[in-house]
């Protein structure tokens, strides 16, 4: 079983910075990636970034020139620097890491989630 705890939420203006930050604990073997995921009221899951273990990274358009994603895989965390943030931002956001075990059977893990709120 693998833990993940985010922290780093809250409320921020519109043309703000939040950075979000994720570490993962438990029975740990081998992480291949780490990502965000954020969700609001009525819609869908969606991606908002993720890094894999040897560096490559993926963003939402939404988010992209405004969200950055790095991640330390010898210390099992990942953060998100959003800056820029618009009201469209606003949503619970979970971290995500796809672990593989000792069977090499991979499986994703998520936090419990962050509230992020951009108003005014």
């Known amino acids: 079983q693998v833990q993940l705890v985010e922290s780093g939420g809250g409320l921020v203006q519109p043309g703000g910075s939040l950075r979000l930050s994720c570490a993962a604990s438990g029975s740990i073997f081998s992480i291949n990636a780490m990502g965000w995921y954020r969700q609001t009221p009525g819609k869908q899951r969606e991606l908002v970034a993720f890094i894999t273990s040897g560096g490559a990274t993926n963003y939402a358009d939404s988010v992209k020139g405004r969200f950055t994603i790095s991640g330390d895989f010898a210390k099992n965390t990942v953060f998100l620097q959003m800056n820029r943030m618009k009201p469209e931002d606003t949503a619970v956001y979970y971290c995500?890491?796809?672990?593989?075990?000792?069977?090499?059977?991979?499986?994703?893990?998520w936090g419990q989630g962050t509230q992020v709120t951009v108003s005014s």
């Open positions: 995500n890491a796809d672990h593989q075990g000792p069977s090499f059977i991979r499986f994703n893990y």
